[in-house]
């Protein structure tokens, strides 16, 4: 390619062939096939560029893809999810200790958003420099992961519809990174989804001030900013190693991992949590996403006898960034207790009703893979056995793990 683009702050591999189309005036699926993503062999038009993409390439696919677009092997690289893993437990292979290899990762994890993005309408506007007035600011990957639902930079909440015709803005039945990838024309910042009924592109402009309808109450923005920072400030290439969980030192990437568990119980077992939400706004969300899991989950019911598989309805986060923030938000609330004794007391609730309500779909949640010690032990003590319940911390300590007390006990004799 004779041109092409820096790469702009956490672009996503999607955003940064949607503005080299741009650029080129090309569809996103010439672009692909120039860059050596996918082959010329097909016909133009049932060119798709795999979803899996997003999240890693090949080393051949990669090194084609550098050497066309002028960038290195490392900028290439950052241009995908797989790096993230380092800091979220969801994307690490080593940490969810399943033999999957990194190419298979997003198979069965709704723990990355793939079918759909969310957004910063502000961002999409461009930094008012010349190359992102022309063809929009970054569609960041960050957005891809569940965690992150507020832009701080903007201080504001991300959305994740098109505000016209409502549909993921990049619906596609195709599970193709790009929505009509074949199309020219139509601007970063644009919707892609197909209108319902038509063969129409959407096209609504998803950039600038006016794209919000439904603006939350500034409280429930306050509090979901403050917890967006947390979770910034640990997903962050430079952020800390380890992180308290209990006041046990667990691996930052695991913290995710534990969230994630906790999300599908407090869902499964709502409203048990509502008292831990930060604000009555935040726990009406919480209301009404987990009123239609439960009832998508007993549509699921499978007949007596039969084991059920449908944890997923309590699993999957919430595509919302309202709602799926207002959840993430309670269940860092008993990671924060200082104590496993604490904790457990703080989740009785939460486990008792997980195993009243279904003794395998709650079994699952307990023992998900990757989840750190101190959580697995909390979730499988019980209250009643009173030995167990005193030697929570001995078990946790058996695992190698320090307490945060004393780690700064060992600072304070070291100096
Ligand atoms: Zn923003
Ligand atoms: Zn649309």
Known sequence: MPRSLDPLEDESLRGYLLR???????????????????????????????????????EQRLNAFARATHLTSDETRRLLTAPLGRRYGPLNTRLLAETRTPAGILQNNSWILTRTTRYCPRCLSGDGSAIQERHGGSWRRSWRLPPVFACLRHQRLLLHSCPRCGQDINATRTGSLIARGS?????????????????????????????????QAPATVAALLRLQYHFDGLLAPNGPKSVGSFGWMIPAAQYFIDLRALSGLIFMTWPQARELAGTEALAVLVDREAERRHAEFAKSRAPAGKQRRASHHYSDPSADPVSGGAVLGIAARPLSASDEIEAHEAMAPIIDGAKGRDLSVGYQFRSLSGISHPLLVVLNTSRKDKGAYQGMGQRIEGQGLMRIDGLLGRHEREG
């Open 20 to 58: 080299l189309a741009h650029l080129y005036g090309a569809a996103p699926s010439e672009i692909a096939i120039c860059t050596g993503l996918v082959s010329s062999a097909s016909p133009r038009n049932t060119v798709r560029i795999p979803m899996r993409f997003l999240h890693d390439l090949d």
């Open 183 to 215: 199309e020219s024309g139509l601007h970063p910042a644009q919707c892609r989804a197909t209108l319902p009924g038509t063969r129409t592109v959407c096209g609504t402009w998803l950039a600038g001030d006016g794209v919000d309808r439904t603006p």
